[in-house]
Protein backbone atom coordinates (compact mmCIF):
# COMPACT_ATOMS: atom_id res chain seq x y z
CA UNK A 1 0.00 0.00 0.00
CA UNK A 2 1.22 3.09 -0.91
CA UNK A 3 0.26 6.31 1.17
CA UNK A 4 1.16 9.69 0.49
CA UNK A 5 0.91 12.64 3.34
CA UNK A 6 0.80 16.43 2.50
CA UNK A 7 1.67 19.10 4.60
CA UNK A 8 2.87 22.86 4.55
CA UNK A 9 -0.48 24.16 3.19
CA UNK A 10 -2.15 27.59 5.00
CA UNK A 11 -3.19 30.96 4.85
CA UNK A 12 -0.67 33.23 2.96
CA UNK A 13 -1.04 36.42 1.89
CA UNK A 14 -0.91 37.45 -2.13
CA UNK A 15 2.71 37.42 -3.10
CA UNK A 16 3.55 35.44 -0.24
CA UNK A 17 5.78 31.69 -0.69
CA UNK A 18 4.84 28.43 0.98
CA UNK A 19 6.82 24.88 0.73
CA UNK A 20 4.70 22.28 0.20
CA UNK A 21 5.86 18.27 1.40
CA UNK A 22 5.10 15.07 0.31
CA UNK A 23 6.15 11.85 2.16
CA UNK A 24 5.96 8.80 0.98
CA UNK A 25 5.36 6.01 3.79
CA UNK A 26 8.56 4.18 5.22
CA UNK A 27 7.03 0.54 3.50
CA UNK A 28 6.99 2.59 -0.14
CA UNK A 29 10.91 3.26 0.16
CA UNK A 30 11.31 1.29 -3.06
CA UNK A 31 8.34 2.24 -4.82
CA UNK A 32 9.31 6.20 -4.13
CA UNK A 33 12.77 6.14 -5.78
CA UNK A 34 11.63 4.57 -9.15
CA UNK A 35 8.28 7.19 -9.69
CA UNK A 36 7.86 10.13 -11.14
CA UNK A 37 5.91 12.25 -9.12
CA UNK A 38 3.18 14.69 -9.31
CA UNK A 39 1.21 17.99 -7.35
CA UNK A 40 -1.75 18.71 -8.23
CA UNK A 41 -4.97 21.29 -6.88
CA UNK A 42 -8.70 21.26 -6.66
CA UNK A 43 -10.51 24.44 -6.13
CA UNK A 44 -13.76 24.85 -4.90
CA UNK A 45 -16.51 24.26 -7.86
CA UNK A 46 -13.81 23.09 -10.46
CA UNK A 47 -12.00 19.65 -11.81
CA UNK A 48 -8.39 19.08 -10.81
CA UNK A 49 -5.57 20.49 -12.57
CA UNK A 50 -2.11 19.83 -12.96
CA UNK A 51 0.52 21.87 -11.75
CA UNK A 52 4.02 20.59 -11.72
CA UNK A 53 5.42 16.78 -12.00
CA UNK A 54 8.97 15.76 -11.45
CA UNK A 55 11.04 12.47 -13.22
CA UNK A 56 11.99 9.38 -10.99
CA UNK A 57 15.45 10.64 -10.38
CA UNK A 58 14.91 14.59 -10.29
CA UNK A 59 16.00 15.21 -13.71
CA UNK A 60 12.97 16.54 -15.00
CA UNK A 61 10.44 18.68 -14.72
CA UNK A 62 7.32 20.07 -16.11
CA UNK A 63 5.12 22.92 -15.15
CA UNK A 64 1.57 24.18 -15.54
CA UNK A 65 1.66 27.50 -17.41
CA UNK A 66 -0.39 29.52 -15.02
CA UNK A 67 2.66 28.59 -12.34
CA UNK A 68 5.59 28.32 -14.53
CA UNK A 69 8.44 30.65 -12.82
CA UNK A 70 6.55 30.70 -9.90
CA UNK A 71 6.78 27.01 -8.45
CA UNK A 72 9.32 24.74 -8.27
CA UNK A 73 8.75 20.85 -7.73
CA UNK A 74 12.01 19.17 -6.12
CA UNK A 75 12.57 15.68 -4.51
CA UNK A 76 14.64 13.90 -1.60
CA UNK A 77 14.76 10.03 -2.76
CA UNK A 78 16.84 9.41 0.47
CA UNK A 79 13.79 11.21 2.27
CA UNK A 80 11.14 9.65 0.52
CA UNK A 81 9.98 13.06 0.20
CA UNK A 82 8.78 15.60 -2.71
CA UNK A 83 8.13 19.39 -2.24
CA UNK A 84 6.33 22.55 -3.94
CA UNK A 85 8.46 25.44 -3.38
CA UNK A 86 5.57 28.16 -4.51
CA UNK A 87 6.30 32.18 -4.28
CA UNK A 88 4.20 35.01 -5.56
CA UNK A 89 1.11 33.45 -4.42
CA UNK A 90 -1.82 34.59 -6.01
CA UNK A 91 -5.63 34.38 -5.45
CA UNK A 92 -5.87 31.86 -8.27
CA UNK A 93 -3.89 29.36 -6.55
CA UNK A 94 -6.05 28.75 -3.40
CA UNK A 95 -6.86 25.05 -3.55
CA UNK A 96 -6.46 22.02 -1.82
CA UNK A 97 -3.09 20.62 -3.01
CA UNK A 98 -2.46 16.72 -3.42
CA UNK A 99 0.72 15.00 -4.62
CA UNK A 100 0.25 11.40 -6.68
CA UNK A 101 2.55 8.78 -7.98
CA UNK A 102 3.21 7.87 -11.63
CA UNK A 103 1.60 4.28 -11.50
CA UNK A 104 4.51 3.48 -14.29
CA UNK A 105 8.03 2.94 -13.19
CA UNK A 106 11.18 4.85 -14.27
CA UNK A 107 8.86 8.18 -15.72
CA UNK A 108 10.20 11.21 -16.52
CA UNK A 109 7.59 14.00 -15.94
CA UNK A 110 4.59 14.91 -17.65
CA UNK A 111 1.27 16.06 -17.27
CA UNK A 112 -1.25 13.36 -17.79
CA UNK A 113 -3.08 13.21 -14.82
CA UNK A 114 -4.66 9.83 -15.86
CA UNK A 115 -1.29 7.60 -15.07
CA UNK A 116 -1.33 9.15 -11.73
CA UNK A 117 -2.56 7.37 -8.47
CA UNK A 118 -1.99 7.09 -4.77
CA UNK A 119 -3.42 9.96 -4.19
CA UNK A 120 -2.62 12.10 -0.58
CA UNK A 121 -5.71 13.49 0.90
CA UNK A 122 -4.34 16.77 0.19
CA UNK A 123 -3.23 20.09 2.13
CA UNK A 124 -5.23 23.24 1.44
CA UNK A 125 -3.94 26.37 0.58
CA UNK A 126 -5.51 30.07 0.59
CA UNK A 127 -4.05 33.37 -0.88
CA UNK A 128 -5.84 36.17 0.72
CA UNK A 129 -5.70 39.49 -0.91
Known amino acids: QVQLVESGGGLVQAGGSLRLSCVAS???????????MGWFRQAPGKEREFVAA????????YYADSVKGRFTISRENAKNTVYLQMGSLKLEDTAVYSC???????????????????WGQGTQVTVSS
Open 100 to 118: AADLREWSTAHSDSQTFGY
Open 26 to 36: RRTFAFFNRHA
Open 54 to 61: IGWRGEST
